[in-house]
């Protein structure tokens, strides 16, 4: 029978095997990767960071967040908020099922399975005050500053950029604001961030 280790080191392994062929990359110190399975690493170690103690279904959790997110394309969806909400639910359902598949093959309990998989969906856990939530929340934030920020700020105005930003730093607790302003950001993103999110610049 296998350890409780090898059971999450498994797991660990299938949900990086699924994101291993991302036809999509991200590139990390000048090398190009498969862009889901190098966000789940990232949400790992910022979960890790956030929540030293963090337990294995949040720790499975982080790890599956996303799973294989390209099955799903934003463009097979209309135009507008609405349809961007369908398509994060059909998301969330997508990557819900196939990590319970998983952590079911590596012989998860039925408690476990469903707490991550709910965690996954999100499931109105981080509106009811779920910590865990909260923390994957935080997490899921600080990928984006650390990945997408510079970007946006070449293709959004400032209008947008506060909406966008604004939306992201609401969502994060004081912890997770703590950790955001100790990112390793641009001079021009630190200067945006702090002219645009109310209470960015704040001690």
Same mark, same amino acid.
């Given at each position: ?109 039925? *408690? ?7 965690? /996954?969906?999100?499931?109105?856990? #981080?509106?009811? @005050?779920? &910590? !865990? +939530? ?46 955001? *302003? ?7 993103? /630190?200067?945006?961030?702090?002219? #645009?999110?109310? @209470?960015? &610049? !704040? +001690?």
């Amino acid at each position: 029978m296998s350890s409780t280790s090898d059971r999450f080191d498994n797991a660990i392994a299938a949900i990086d095997a699924a994101n291993a062929d991302d036809p999509f990359t991200l590139s990390v110190d000048g090398q190009e990767r498969p862009k889901e399975q190098t966000h789940a690493e990232m949400m790992t170690r910022w979960v890790r960071e956030l929540e030293p103690g963090a337990s294995e279904e949040l720790l499975l959790a982080a790890r599956a967040h996303h799973i294989r997110r390209w099955m799903i394309l934003r463009s097979t969806f209309p135009a507008g908020r609405s349809a961007y909400l369908r398509w994060r639910r059909a998301l969330h359902a997508v990557h819900a099922e196939l990590t319970a598949a998983i952590l079911e093959e590596c012989g998860y309990p039925r *408690r476990s399975v469903e707490r991550v998989a709910a965690l /996954v969906a999100k499931a109105d856990l #981080l509106q009811a @005050g779920d &910590a !865990d +939530a909260q923390t994957l929340e935080d997490a899921l934030s600080l990928v984006f500053f650390d990945t997408q920020l510079e970007p946006l700020l070449d293709d959004l105005d400032d209008r947008q950029l506060r909406r966008a930003l604004g939306r992201t730093w609401r969502k994060m607790s004081p912890n997770g604001r703590a950790a955001a *302003r100790r990112l390793h950001l641009s001079d021009r993103a /630190v200067e945006t961030l702090a002219r #645009l999110v109310d @209470g960015f &610049a !704040d +001690a």
